[in-house]
């Protein structure tokens, strides 16, 4: 790929929800590319139905229900400490999967009477925003090591949308800000100081597209 021109570029709010639908993963059975395609009837939030999870090397298939997420899961904790009602205990926990054997409590040191409490945790799937396709949480193809970071796209679409924007020298807003893509993207991407090492970065998870995205 050649090194792009600096040009102009127009953030119009796209949502990353937009490039969701359709995510390439890491087949859980043979490793090779996999396809997620799904449905959701809002962009925000990103609620997939009729998932669907494709190999394309091996014969591996799944649809998606409730019970098929194997992502990353949040805890959040916020309740009055049961000893002394302060208000509140807040905390996060994040585990790598979503499993039988997640704490139900999670012990926490009250500033007001000075006890360590339990308290409960509530557990979320956050679906939009990891290197991980929202209808199963199975790891993206689309991800490689990049400023000491991990740059990761759903499709070969995003990774286009991504480098259309590192690239440019001239970077403009319209649109609903605060949710686009671009406005929420971490600062060591759109820095102008790492636009070669992204680039670059781009380019190397280019050639790993399956002939099924690049054609």
């Known amino acids: ?11 119009r709010g796209v949502l990353l929800a937009r490039f969701a639908a359709e995510c390439l993963v890491v087949c859980p059975q043979c490793s090779g590319p996999a396809i997620v395609v799904s449905e959701s009837k809002y962009a925000m939030p990103f609620e997939p ?7 394309l090397k091996c014969s591996f298939q799944r649809a998606g229900d409730p019970e ?10 916020k309740e009055r400490c049961p000893q002394c009602g302060f208000k509140w205990l807040t905390g996060t926990v994040r585990r790598k999967s979503l499993t039988s054997r997640l704490r139900k409590e999670a012990p926490m040191l009250c500033p007001s009477c000075d006890q360590t409490v339990k308290v409960p945790i509530q557990w979320m799937i956050e679906r ?5 396709d929202p209808s199963f949480g199975l790891p993206l193809w689309l991800k490689a090591s990049c400023c000491g970071e991990t740059l990761w796209a759903y ?4 990774l286009d949308a991504l480098r259309d924007y590192v690239s440019a020298g001239l970077r403009e807003r319209t649109g609903v800000r ?10 060591w991407i759109s820095s102008r100081h790492n636009r070669d ?3 670059q970065c781009i380019q190397r998870l280019q050639r790993t ?6 054609s």
């Open 49 to 55: 139905v009729r998932s669907r999870v494709t190999c």
């Open 128 to 132: 939009i925003g990891g290197a991980y």
């Open 178 to 187: 605060h949710w686009s893509m671009f406005a929420r993207l971490p600062k």
């Open 68 to 77: 098929t997420w194997c992502g990353p899961v949040t805890g959040k904790v």
């Open 1 to 11: 790929m050649a090194k792009p021109e600096l040009g102009r570029h127009v953030d």
């Open 197 to 199: 090492a992204v680039l």
């Open 155 to 158: 499709n070969s679409k995003h």
């Open 209 to 214: 597209l399956p002939k099924r995205e690049t």
